[in-house]
């Protein structure tokens, strides 16, 4: 099974600083061209949000404050500036492979 | 608009079985797979598997085989997931979600929260 890891655990920004999220993948999730990497968003009882797509594809209707970024291994989540909606367990997925594997999720909150 | 809407909440006692329900509407029902995510109380993602409605073609996480079965009823549109023998770790709020043509997981059900309790 590919391992998502993600990191860190959690973080402090403060309003209209950058956050950054790393998640590296135990092997490659590039096939035919394409990383099938995932960003999603999750707040308290609700069920996740799509951000991006495909490490680097803003999802329609998705706040451009947000990117993606990265190949193979290593995949990076930007939100810059940060907005108090922001507050949130943010978790990358992979979609390259059976089993499809989630990161262990990252939790940000604003300082 | 594309929507999915589960089931409400099930308390079930150890040892009993449970059958959550995903209706979709607003799309074609058997063009996409649905997939089931399972999410402990305070703790992340875990994926179950995916069903096809187009074929009725199942594909399980190892760890949920004997554990979780994936149908679907094209007729109404509903995937269902069952899940057996349950015990406490069966505990979890299990997600249906469409796997969209990026691969990408695009339209989520809102949720269906198992407890399984004596």
């Known amino acids: 099974d590919i391992v998502l890891t993600q990191s860190p655990a959690s973080l402090a920004v403060s309003l209209g600083q950058r956050a950054t999220i790393s998640c590296r993948a135990s092997?490659?999730?590039?096939?035919?061209?394409?990383?099938?990497m995932h960003w999603y968003q999750q707040k308290p009882g609700q069920p996740p949000k799509l951000l991006i797509y495909r490490a680097s594809n803003l999802e329609s209707g998705i706040p451009a404050r947000f990117s993606g970024s990265g190949s193979r291994t290593d995949f990076t989540l930007t939100i810059n500036p940060v907005e108090a909606d922001d507050v949130a367990t943010y978790y990358c997925?992979?979609?390259?492979?059976?089993?499809?594997?989630f990161g262990g999720g990252t939790k940000l909150e604003i300082k | 608009q594309i929507q999915l809407q589960q089931s409400g909440p099930e308390l079930v006692k150890p040892g009993a079985s449970v059958k959550i329900s995903c209706k979709a509407s607003?799309?074609?029902?058997?063009?996409?797979?649905i997939n089931w995510v399972k999410q402990k109380p305070g703790q992340g993602l875990e994926w179950i598997g995916w069903?096809?409605?187009?074929?009725?073609?199942?594909k399980y996480n190892e760890k949920f085989k004997g554990k979780a079965t994936l149908t679907v009823d094209t007729s109404s549109s509903t995937a269902y997931m069952q899940l057996s023998s349950l015990t406490s770790e069966d505990t979890a709020v299990y997600f249906c979600?469409?796997?969209?043509?990026?691969?990408?997981?695009?339209?989520w059900g809102q949720g269906t929260t198992l407890t399984v309790s004596s």
């Open positions: 092997e490659s999730v590039d096939s035919y061209g394409n990383s099938f």
């Open positions: 979600a469409r796997r969209g043509l990026r691969g990408n997981f695009d339209y």
């Open positions: 607003g799309y074609t029902f058997t063009d996409y797979y």
């Open positions: 069903i096809y409605p187009g074929s009725g073609n199942t």
């Open positions: 997925q992979q979609s390259n492979e059976d089993p499809y594997t």
